[in-house]
Each structure stands twice: as C-alpha cells, then as structure tokens.
T-cell receptor, first 115, second 116 residues
Framework: NAGVTQTPKFRILKIGQSMTLQCTQDMNHNYMYWYRQDPGMGLKLIYYSVGAGITDKGEVPNGYNVSRSTTEDFPLRLELAAPSQTSVYFC??????????????FGSGTQLSVL | AQKITQTQPGMFVQEKEAVTLDCTYD???????LFWYKQPSSGEMIFLIY??????QNATEGRYSLNFQKARKSANLVISASQLGDSAMYFC?????????????FGPGTSLSVIP
C-alpha cells in the first residue's frame, strides 16, 4: 500500500535552474496539496487541486506551477529556482467527500536546496 | 492576518503528565474542520485527531483529545500520560473555504519536549 509517493527525496539546484517535483497517490483521493516547510516553521500551502483539471492557488504560489491531468498525479514545477525556494516540500492527498474521515495523507517530503 | 494561531512556540512536560497545546483559529465559514498533526524529528507528518465544526462531542483518539470551544474558536489538543516518544512538533490545521474550493492550512506549530 504505497499511499502518497514523492520523488526525489533530495535535490540540489543551481539558481535559475528548473525542476519538477513528482507526487502520486494510489488512494483515488480527489484533493491533493503541495506545501513547503522552511526550517523551524509551519507548512505553507503552495497550490492544491480538487480533481483532475482543477487547481487553485494557496498561500505562497509565486514561483511555482502545477497541473493535474490525472487523479493520481500532481507535479509541482519550479521555474527559475531562487535561494528563497530552499525548503522541504510535502505533497498530501485527501478524500474530501468523506466528512467523517477527511484527514490528509502526506508523502515523505522532498528536501530542496537552491545554491 | 494569521488564520491559525499557536501561541506556545515551545512546551515542556514531565513524563506521565498531561499537557495541553493551544490552537485558535479564525474563519467565517460555518462548515470547517480542524486537525492536529505530529511531526517528529524524522520529518514525517502523522495525523492525530480531527474535529468537524458540526460535531457535538469533542473528538478523542487514544491518549489524544481535542478540547473544541466553538464560540471561542479554539481547538486545543490534550495529550494525557505523556511519553518520551511524544517529543515532537505539533501542528494545528484547518479546512476552510478558499476562493473557489476548500483548502487546508496549518499553524506555525508548537515544539513539545517530554522530560523523563
């Protein structure tokens, strides 16, 4: 039972490079989320999706893009990486229609450093 | 304005004692949900407990209970009989109405240290 899978686990980028963080879930969840967590801080919502083809901005969307072409996958794209994007990135999913059990399931995170 | 406030950056508790971690929230949506997550030093996010805004009773999950005071907009986490393994960061989170769809946002967290 894989749950939410994120790749890669670690990545170092140079300033100005681009990359895609991958996230896939096998629980047929409709909602998916991307968060970033800076050292010693809470999680900030970057983007989220309520289903295939539907995404919306969160609290800190600048510098990122997302797409949701399938229920399973929700990649996060970083264009022109900047040192301020150094963070741990978490992907999460939930099944929003079950109001008795709508908890978020998290991936193990991607530690990204931009140098 | 911060939607979720956790006013205790760090807390200490003696092993086997109970501890309360505070969380206040701000929303005008009548339908919302409140969560608590634990993040140990390994970095994983572990779900602890959930409370829906229409739930009449406070949620409980083993040693965890949520003290939900709707009028005061507070959702404090109570951990009974603390264990050394409870040392971690604890985050309060809320599902609220976004501009178009519901979204889940997190508070800044409280670091809990359990002392033997």
């Amino acid at each position: 039972n894989a749950g939410v899978t994120q790749t890669p686990k670690f990545r170092i980028l140079k300033i100005g490079q681009s990359m895609t963080l991958q996230c896939t879930q096998d629980m047929n969840h409709n909602y998916m989320y991307w968060y970033r967590q800076d050292p010693g801080m809470g999680l900030k919502l970057i983007y989220y999706s309520v289903g295939a083809g539907i995404t919306d901005k969160g609290e800190v969307p600048n510098g990122y893009n997302v797409s949701r072409s399938t229920t399973e996958d929700f990649p996060l794209r970083l264009e022109l990486a900047a040192p301020s994007q150094t963070s741990v990135y978490f992907c999460a999913s939930s099944y929003r229609e079950d109001i008795t059990d709508e908890k978020l399931f998290f991936g193990s995170g991607t530690q990204l450093s931009v140098l | 304005a911060q939607k979720i406030t956790q006013t205790q950056p760090g807390m200490f508790v003696q092993e086997k004692e109970a501890v309360t971690l505070d969380c206040t929230y701000d929303t005008s949506d009548p339908s919302y949900g409140l969560f608590w997550y634990k993040q140990p030093s390994s970095g994983e996010m572990i779900f602890l407990i959930y409370q829906g805004s229409y739930d009449q009773q406070n949620a409980t999950e083993g040693r965890y209970s949520l003290n939900f005071q709707k009028a005061r907009k507070s959702a404090n986490l109570v951990i009974s009989a603390s264990q050394l393994g409870d040392s971690a960061m604890y985050f309060c989170a809320m599902r609220e109405a976004g501009t178009s769809y519901d979204k889940v946002i997190f508070g800044p967290g409280t670091s809990l240290s359990v002392i033997p």
